[in-house]
């Protein structure tokens, strides 16, 4: 095998993956809307040195039950002027009411906004029984924005299904559902086994899915409270990432270099196994997402 490799390609096994991720596969990248002057100067940080290398753009996420929904709508506004990127607001369902969510449509396609991410959304803490009636299901909200506006309009897929879903199966026929509703994409939630997202690809394939399926990749900084939040949505946590973080509890330097490169691997097999675009969870931060980028031939 190594005597196919084209003589100007490293023989290295981890430099021959980083030399055939140079491909400029399209990345985009998520924030989220910031509290405060700090949290802001670190979002326009963040979006201002990864603007030249999302060549699809961004996207602002909306809190559950629509909390951010004027932060939302104002921060995707902000980015899209700052940058000159397509942006793609998010757009929940649950927690808003029918006019709620068509409002606040209709005021992100007046500023410009011409990508929404329509979800369900997490059901807001306190009583459910005080949530306006909005649409139920994400396939509701899909129908209702295309005929509202010419959005380009995408949907969430889950690798290991939906945490509410009583099986894959189930929740593959919701997305399929989604899409027949008039989504062309969908974004994954992100897994920390990029063979989960292979098998998910397969999945899709079987079902007749054919629009892009994006995956997305969380930069695996900060490892304990990823770790949380990958099990609160329903991720699962290979034993093998548990044992090599536990050996960098007491010195971060290392546990920085382990996160560069256990990303960098990830990206490498999402791309093998057919990711059409990378979708990076930023976390407002973009030092990692930037070497990600680099890696990945943007810069």
Not at 128 to 146: E, Q
Not at 209 to 230: H, N, Q, T
Request: with cysteine; proline share 7%; charged share 25%.
């Amino acid at each position: 095998m190594i005597d196919n490799i084209r003589a100007d390609q490293p023989k290295e096994p981890l430099l021959r993956g980083l030399y055939e991720m140079r491909g400029r596969i399209p990345l985009s990248f998520e924030v989220f809307p910031s509290k405060g002057p700090d949290g802001r100067t670190a979002l326009h940080e963040t979006v201002d040195q990864l603007a030249p290398m999302a060549s699809q753009g961004f996207s602002v996420t909306m809190g559950a039950g629509g909390a951010t929904r004027s932060r939302t709508v104002d921060t995707a506004t902000d980015i899209a002027v700052r940058t000159g990127r397509p942006v793609m607001a998010h757009l929940i369902s649950l927690g808003l009411s029918r006019h709620e969510a068509l409002t606040t449509a209709d005021e992100l396609w007046g500023r410009g906004i011409r990508r929404i991410l329509a979800l369900r959304g997490d059901r807001p803490k306190g009583d459910a029984s005080a949530m306006p009636s909005g649409f139920k299901h994400a396939s509701d909200l899909v129908t209702a924005l295309r005929k509202r506006h010419d959005f380009e309009i995408a949907v969430a897929a889950h690798p290991e299904k939906h945490p509410e879903a009583e099986t894959l199966d189930q929740d593959m026929d919701h997305l399929k559902r989604k899409l027949d509703a008039g989504a062309s994409s969908a974004y994954c939630q992100f897994v920390l086994d990029p063979a989960v997202y292979g098998r998910f690809l397969e999945a899709c394939a079987r079902r007749g899915i054919d629009a892009p399926v994006v995956p997305g990749i969380m930069p695996l900084e900060k490892w304990p409270r990823l770790k949380r939040f990958a099990l609160m949505n329903g991720a699962s946590v290979p034993d093998w990432l548990n044992q090599l973080f536990a050996r960098t509890e007491t010195t971060p330097e290392l546990e920085a270099y382990l996160a560069a490169a256990i990303t960098i691997e990830h990206a490498r097999r999402l791309i093998a196994y057919g990711a059409p675009e990378l979708h990076v969870y930023t976390m407002n931060r973009w030092p990692l997402s930037m070497a990600l980028a680099i890696i990945t031939g943007h810069k």
